[in-house]
């Protein structure tokens, strides 16, 4: 029984491709929950008559009668349906692609136990005619329905025993190979566990109880069974500190929610790596994460790769939509405008890094060093305007609203963890005798507070680990990092033109190398601030927002560094100023 035309299937082949090759086990689980069951295990099935072990998903829901069977297939014909909330229609899609040899659904209803299966033949997606006797007039006899081969419903019987209902889904794949084994099984559970921020709603009433069969050296086909947890979970069970807080911004509205998590290694003694969650930013729509990863971290206020490795974001966009299609999320501005290709990192970065929570902030303080910047009257010489370019940056001020700065300086009272004793007056305000809660580390006549700020660029020389983890990004091969969201520029320590520099001062000065460095470095430091300036001043000479990012890319920059020919008596009259106050 052909079901499909060439036309058709193609378009539906392509849709699956573009979903991925592990989006079958996201529809199979939304399918369980949605369809009366609340139990589902992943695994492999051998098939002793090909030799292949055979990716199985088995439930605990409905079952399907050999009608419903039908009509499950029935409904992929349907090319205007779309795809809205069919996520059975999903599930076909997504795995038809990968598995044109066919998808097996051996399923046991009320009305007994049945198989069918789906396969792709010569550009048409059809369902397989099994053939099962002999008629007396000696032609075969076909079949579309069948009953399931034996141990193919094994993990239905293990989910709702002899008398349950349920379905096990088996892939064969090019009809070759194994579609699962170790490597296979660690995806699946991996995936799982990354893809759902919180298991969907059952409608049994009780929460849906997922597991992976893994493999070990005892067991060949890996039937043990491991409990998948989700993202959340995850996340929650070992977060040293986490949180969730509302945002506003021009084109959306929704809420944040926070994680500092111990790095992989920390979490290694004590969490299986197939769910243990992993750092970045992302989001969440319908209890399932998107776009999980640790590249756009910068846009959200944090340039260290150190501190990227244990800071998760995960924005809730108020009216975002999944696009179950293809995997993302169409999200819909204030003023109603789609945008589904379009995620706004940028400006929810920016709204996270005004509000960075604390725990967040303290591990970038750890890292962040003395400021290295130009004076206010140098940047007022490049750009008048420069105030209006940068973007307002989270900085400690005295709360008396004295100078700007970033850290714990001279002048910025800081708050003390430990209340002053009875009995003692220090000068704060409030009654003798009485405990108060705050306490002045350093000189000024009040606690300092965050405030936003716009403040001139700083420069910080680090390891080069520091700027990027991928070895192959552009700001890991030029050193190079301009943070807009902390008005943090981020130099490698290794840099040739920084380093060349010092070795050349130090020879001909004849200084100790820590001087020399740090002269060089202050000096460098300033050019690339006074870089940063220039390159927001030329707004004004008819440069569009996209060529002054180009101008403060990672190779812009480090062609600034290789030209800066002229900064020697920079750092000559930098190097006398500090050897004359040491």
Do not use: C
């Not at 293990?158 to 090019?174: H, P, S, V, Y």
Request: proline share 5%; no cysteine.
């Amino acid at each position: 029984m052909k079901v499909g035309e060439k036309g058709f299937a193609n378009l539906v082949l392509k849709e699956g491709k573009q979903m991925g090759p592990l989006q079958w086990a996201r529809e199979f689980t939304k399918n369980v929950a949605e369809n009366g069951g609340d139990k589902v295990i992943f695994d492999g099935w051998l098939d002793t008559d090909t030799g292949q072990t055979l990716a199985r998903v088995s439930d605990n829901a409905k079952g399907l009668t050999p009608a419903e069977m039908k009509r499950y297939v029935a409904t992929m014909l349907d090319s205007g349906q779309g795809y809205g909330n069919n996520f059975g229609w999903g599930s076909r899609v997504s795995t038809l692609a990968y598995n044109p040899a066919g998808v097996n659904y051996a399923s046991r209803s009320a009305n007994g136990d049945n198989l069918m299966r789906i396969l792709v033949d010569n550009g048409v997606i059809g369902v397989y005619d099994w053939e099962i006797d002999v008629n007396e007039n000696g032609t075969v006899k076909q079949a579309e329905i069948v009953d399931p081969f034996p141990g193919q419903l094994a993990m239905v019987d293990k989910l709702a025993g002899k008398n349950g209902t349920g379905t096990a889904i088996l892939l064969e794949g090019d009809g070759k190979t194994d579609t699962w084994d170790s490597s296979i099984s660690y995806r699946v559970a991996k995936f799982l566990a990354g893809r759902f921020y919180e298991w969907p709603s059952t409608s049994t009433g009780n929460p849906l109880d997922v597991k992976v069969a893994v493999f070990n050296n005892s067991r060949r086909y890996g039937h043990q069974l491991k409990v998948v947890k989700p993202y959340g979970e995850q996340m929650a069970s070992i977060a040293t500190a986490m949180g969730e807080f509302k945002f506003d911004t021009k084109n959306h509205s929704g809420s944040f929610v926070w994680a500092v998590i111990p790095t992989a290694s920390e979490q290694s003694a004590t969490i299986n790596g197939r769910s243990r969650p992993a750092p970045g930013s992302g989001f969440i729509v319908d209890g399932e994460i998107f776009s999980l990863s640790k590249d756009h971290l910068s846009d959200f206020g944090i340039p260290f790769a150190s501190v990227k490795r244990q800071v998760v974001i995960l924005a809730k966009v108020d009216g975002a939509e999944m696009n179950p299609g293809r995997g993302n999320i169409v999200f819909t501005t204030k003023t109603g405008e789609e945008t589904p290709s379009f995620a706004p990192w940028k400006e929810l970065g920016e709204a996270f890094a005004q509000a960075m929570p604390d725990a967040i902030q303290a591990l970038l303080d750890e890292r962040r060093g003395d400021a290295t910047s130009i004076d206010a009257a140098i940047a007022s010489a490049l750009d008048p305007n420069w105030k209006k370019r940068l973007k307002p940056v989270m900085v400690k001020v005295n709360a008396e609203d004295g100078p700007s700065g970033v850290g714990s300086s001279t002048g910025d009272a800081q708050v003390s963890k430990d209340p002053i004793p009875e009995g003692q007056d220090k000068g704060n305000s409030g009654k003798s005798g009485a405990k108060r809660p705050v306490r002045r580390s350093n000189s000024g006549n009040s606690a300092s507070k965050e405030v936003l700020r716009t403040v001139l660029p700083s420069v910080r020389f680090v390891p080069r680990s520091e700027i990027s983890e991928d070895d192959s990004s552009d700001e890991w091969a030029f050193g190079v990092a301009w943070n807009e969201a902390q008005g943090l520029l981020l130099v490698a320590d290794d840099i040739v033109p920084v380093t060349r520099a010092i070795s050349n001062f130090q020879i001909d000065t004849g200084d100790s190398v820590e001087i020399v460095q740090q002269a060089v470095q202050a000096a460098y430091g300033m050019e690339l601030a006074a870089t940063i300036i220039d390159a927001k001043g030329s707004e004004d000479w008819g440069l569009k927002p996209s060529m002054i990012e180009q101008a403060l890319s990672p190779a812009s920059l480090f062609a600034k560094l290789l030209g800066a020919q002229s900064i020697d008596t920079l750092i000559r009259n930098t190097l006398r100023a500090i050897k004359a106050s040491a």
